[in-house]
């Protein structure tokens, strides 16, 4: 887009921004119930829409399998909304902070104060997670917010920005649309915060484009994501959980595994074992309406880069009749990587040391980024924004097992896939518990001075 097509996007764009933001300053430090009453407003625009939702995904992909529509996106949206209406009011609790001697008797503490107006960019393979994730933390902290929706994904963008206009004021959230150019336009915006999901390539363009006026930002990037086997690790279940997060949404998910490292020897086991993982879940993966397509045309054409090349098994053909059509399982394994490409041939001397195999990866992707380290370490981190609490982990594994032997089972339905996400549930409800708890601990101690 040139010049002055971006400013045309800006004329159109800066109206919208304005209006937000003279609410946003009419009502610098809304309350508890107002920003609440806006949560509430997002759930049922959720829930009440969810089929509309999901099928218009599906059209947008050519084919996006409903079940993992509904179990990726409506149930983590829902969730998203209703822990931060659990946890809002704590949230919005001044925290007190010690002083220094020289400061006696003074005290000092932090207030929470909304930013203005935020702008969120989302990304096309989860469009309405990663609308809705960002949009419940920006409005529990009480802003204003203008989202702009992927053109990769035109009918969810429609459908969305109309359900935006009818759950609220035109004041509370916009959503806009458009292409890249207007993405540049969005980015160069004054907002209070600006989140981003997408590719690291585009990422420095909204970097740049944000530091133009000093605008913070957070962005969510694509980066490298190997999975690697121990030597003292079952293969078959490496397989099988490698498979199933490599499978669903074909893919097309930021920390899907692109890369798999297995001691020396055991490559061909590790892709017989894959290949008996992705047969039983999907048993004619090219047709079944279970397993999503890419999202374009353009972004299947670069199926090849990705998958070194790799060809249909003798006699395949894949069914150009669905708009997008997936990939096989051929290109499935090939699009993990090959050992030689970072390590040298897996028989190679030191191969089975997984320490040795984390040192090399890293040192062969010096220069090319941070995304590997910087991937390793948030996923070490307790606690983060948009992050998980480390207490969490052991029920989201115990559920990977039992989603996977849903899948196993063949039992497809949202009805139980959703029984296979109980522990889940009840993990996540768990750990609310013990987030009160903790609020209950702060409040005591700030009391007790």
Not at 46 to 73: K, M, W, Y
Not at 425 to 443: L, P, R
Request: charged share 20%; net charge neutral.
């Amino acid at each position: 887009m040139g010049m002055n097509e971006t400013q045309a996007a800006a004329m159109v764009l800066a109206p919208i921004h304005q209006r937000l933001r003279e609410a946003a300053a009419r009502d610098a430090h809304p309350g508890w119930d107002a920003r609440d009453a806006r949560l509430a407003a997002l759930e049922r625009l959720v829930r009440e829409n969810a089929p509309a939702i999901a099928e218009a995904i599906r059209g947008d992909f050519g084919n996006r399998s409903l079940h993992e529509t509904q179990l990726l996106e409506l149930f983590p949206s829902l969730e998203a909304i209703r822990h931060a209406r659990r946890h809002l009011k704590s949230w919005m609790r001044p925290e007190r902070r010690a002083v220094s001697m020289w400061f006696l008797p003074g005290r000092a503490r932090v207030l929470h104060q909304p930013l203005g107006v935020v702008g969120i960019i989302v990304p096309w393979n989860y469009p309405l997670l990663l609308a809705v994730g960002p949009l419940v933390a920006a409005l529990a902290a009480g802003n204003r917010v203008m989202v702009k929706m992927s053109e990769y994904t035109p009918a969810m963008s429609d459908l969305f920005a109309r359900l935006v206009g009818k759950y609220f004021a035109d004041d509370e959230v916009a959503v806009v649309q458009g292409d890249a150019g207007v993405a540049q336009a969005f980015a160069l915006l004054p907002f209070g915060h600006l989140l981003f999901t997408g590719s690291t390539k585009v990422g420095y363009s909204v970097m740049r484009a944000a530091a133009e006026n000093l605008t913070p930002v957070t962005l969510e990037l694509g980066g490298k994501s190997p999975a690697i086997l121990g030597p003292d690790y079952p293969l078959e279940k490496f397989a099988e959980r490698v498979m199933v997060a490599k499978t669903m949404n074909a893919g097309q998910t930021c920390i899907a595994p692109d890369y798999v490292l297995v001691p020396a020897g055991q490559a061909r086991e590790f892709i017989a074992a894959a290949r008996k993982v992705v047969d039983a879940c999907y048993p004619d993966i090219l047709r079944t309406p279970d397993y999503s397509s890419i999202i374009s045309e353009r972004h299947l054409d670069l199926a090849p880069a990705y998958t070194g090349g790799a060809k249909l098994a003798a006699g395949s053909t894949i069914p150009r009749e669905r708009t997008r059509a997936p990939i096989s399982f051929d290109q499935l394994v090939a699009s993990l990587g090959t050992l030689t490409q970072i390590l040298g041939p897996s028989d190679a001397p030191g191969s089975t040391d997984v320490g040795s195999l984390l040192n090399r990866t890293a040192l062969a992707w010096q220069g090319r980024g941070t995304e590997f380290n910087q991937a390793l370490t948030e996923m070490s981190a307790a606690s983060g924004v948009f992050g998980a609490r480390a207490d969490d982990i052991g029920g989201l594994i115990t559920s990977l097992d039992q989603l996977m032997s849903t899948f196993r089972a063949k039992q497809v339905s949202l009805d139980g896939l959703v029984r296979s996400m109980g522990d889940l549930s009840a993990q996540w409800q768990g750990a609310d518990q013990g987030d009160d708890e903790d609020d209950q601990k702060n409040q005591a101690e700030r009391h007790g001075g």
